[in-house]
């Protein structure tokens, strides 16, 4: 049979898996989930034998039901190639206690990539399964990280453009280097005078603007979104915690069917969903731990069942990981609601009127499986600086939320399971907070110095993504006014 996608928010608006990819968002602001989610038809033993893009298909073609073997196949190759650094993809570490999947080996070093170099050959694949002509047109607001790899992945796939605001004050350094240097015919990236929120309402406005759609179609183009609540990045996510506990057992590090524990850092809660999608699949995991940083809504609501957007905003050193609201979260709120589209709803117009909502009792026991914590900045720098001098091995600040959070979670339970923390991002990403965090001294040196400081500390080379923006050549110069950005749109397209 094949799976379907439903809505979270209208029990009759049902797709198929590629027109979900295309489409993104279901109507009513609800999201695309599997109808069912469908269990691993491969034995452990088996995926400890296979590659990683061998499991990326035994993991996908189970959710994307509506291709072939050989278009599921071919987007595989197509992603899951030289653009990472190691053959493994997603290479795991031991240090101190815990096994560190490392997510940060594609072209721009942060996790997002595990799931945006598939989306494009997902997205494209789709168009054509569903008799569509025109080109795709990505278009993403960005505070930093997705617009890189979203243009990373779109960067010269024909049949796409890829659009991407920035606010052209509120990037780092190395974030802004990276966009602008950005190579591809088909890609756009535009600093607006303004910040992210007015960014990200100003592409809200061109994907609701009517006219503007039917201009762009009789020009042969269609909007679609990369977002992260696109089931086309939730669905290579599920990947790589099949491909870790493979890999657990293929180095007899644990025995087939004996569970491990996951660590994730999280925001938006995508990444963490995946792993709670390959735990529903059969994978056996035991607690899906979900770290926070000083933006600790999460924690608030494992704790309390009230999940409360209603606080100040804090910006810490873990940037991806500042989120009030974590999209995502709707989709597990759908099924511990018993997959009431109804209630589901009602809770969610809550969040948009009051900035929260509240949970049943009978919803919260099904919870039981999480368990969320969150790490202080101090705390965050802590698990840096021990853990390096400890063992020598270097992690980032959003993978250091997750490992003090881990730390805690020890001292609650007593629970030595095998743990699997999710490494997010490469420390070269953040080097300023990271070298800060090993020695305060650091912290005069200009970002490429701490680079190269970095590597001497760490004994790991400089990746390719930061070391060849340093002298690259600067190809996208635009900035404008928030009222100009549909203007800006229609000139690239012409
Ligand atoms: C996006 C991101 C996260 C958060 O992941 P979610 O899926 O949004 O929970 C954590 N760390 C890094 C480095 C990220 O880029």
């Known amino acids: 049979m094949d799976l379907q996608y439903v809505s979270t928010r209208d029990a009759s608006e049902v797709v198929s898996a590629s027109q979900a990819i295309l489409k993104g968002l279901a109507n009513n602001g609800g999201l695309f989930v599997p109808t069912f989610i469908p269990k691993l038809d491969v034995s452990l033993e088996e995926l400890s034998k296979m590659t990683y893009q061998e499991t990326a298909y035994e993991v996908m073609k189970l959710f994307l039901s509506d291709f072939t073997k050989e278009e599921l196949q071919t987007c595989i190759q197509r992603a899951y190639d030289d653009k990472f650094d190691t053959e493994e993809i997603a290479p795991l570490v031991y240090a101190d206690g815990a096994y560190y999947l490392e997510l940060f080996h594609g072209s721009t070093i942060a996790f997002k990539d595990m799931a945006l170099s598939i989306l494009p050959h997902l997205m494209i694949t789709s168009a054509r399964k569903n008799q569509i002509k025109n080109d795709i047109v990505i278009l993403t607001a960005t505070s930093g990280d997705t617009g890189k790899a979203a243009l990373a992945g779109f960067a010269g796939v024909e049949g796409t453009?890829?659009?991407?605001?920035?606010?052209?004050?509120?990037?780092?350094?190395?974030?802004?280097?990276?966009?602008?240097?950005?190579?591809?015919?088909?890609?756009?990236?535009?600093?607006?005078?303004?910040?992210?929120?007015?960014?990200?309402?100003?592409?809200?406005?061109?994907?609701?603007?009517?006219?503007?759609?039917?201009?762009?179609?009789?020009?042969?183009?269609?909007?679609?979104?990369?977002?992260?609540?696109?089931?086309?990045?939730?669905?290579?996510?599920?990947?790589?915690?099949?491909?870790?506990?493979s890999r657990l057992l293929a180095h007899g590090k644990i025995a087939a069917g004996e569970s491990i524990n996951v660590v994730v850092p999280t925001g938006n809660f995508g990444n963490i969903l995946a792993a709670f999608y390959a735990k529903n699949m059969g994978l056996p995991i035991a607690k899906l731990i979900c770290a926070s940083n000083e933006n600790k809504v999460l924690f608030d609501f494992f704790q309390t069942g009230v999940y409360d957007k209603n606080r100040p905003f804090v910006l810490t050193n873990s940037p991806s990981m500042d989120i009030l609201v974590s999209s995502n979260l709707e989709r597990l709120i759908y099924r511990i609601a018993g997959e009431d589209t109804v209630k589901n709803a009602a809770l969610m117009r809550d969040l948009v009127a009051e900035g929260r909502y509240e949970i049943t009792p009978e919803m919260k026991e099904q919870l039981a499986d999480f368990y969320g914590n969150y790490a202080s900045e101090e705390e965050t720098g802590r698990a840096i600086h021990d853990l390096y001098d400890k063992t020598g091995y270097v992690i980032d600040t959003h993978t250091a939320v997750a490992s003090s959070v881990y730390a805690k979670y020890r001292q609650d339970t007593g629970d030595d399971t095998v743990t699997v923390i999710a490494s997010t991002a490469s420390p070269f990403k953040f080097a300023r907070s990271v070298m800060g965090a090993i020695d305060a001294s650091y912290q005069q040196m200009d970002d490429f110095d701490l680079v190269d400081k970095l590597s001497e500390v760490s004994g790991v080379t400089v990746p390719k993504a930061v070391d060849e923006i340093r002298h690259a050549e600067v190809r996208h110069k635009t900035i404008c006014e928030v009222e100009e950005m549909p203007q800006v749109v229609r000139d690239f397209l012409k």
């Not at 061109?206 to 759609?213: I, N, T």
Request: no cysteine; charged share 15%.
């Open 161 to 245: 453009k890829i659009i991407v605001f920035y606010p052209k004050d509120g990037v780092s350094p190395i974030q802004k280097q990276q966009m602008v240097t950005q190579a591809g015919d088909n890609t756009l990236v535009v600093g607006i005078n303004g910040n992210f929120d007015q960014a990200q309402t100003g592409v809200k406005q061109m994907f609701a603007d009517a006219q503007l759609a039917e201009e762009l179609d009789r020009a042969g183009y269609q909007f679609s979104s990369a977002n992260s609540i696109n089931i086309g990045r939730l669905v290579p996510q599920i990947v790589y915690y099949v491909y870790a506990y």
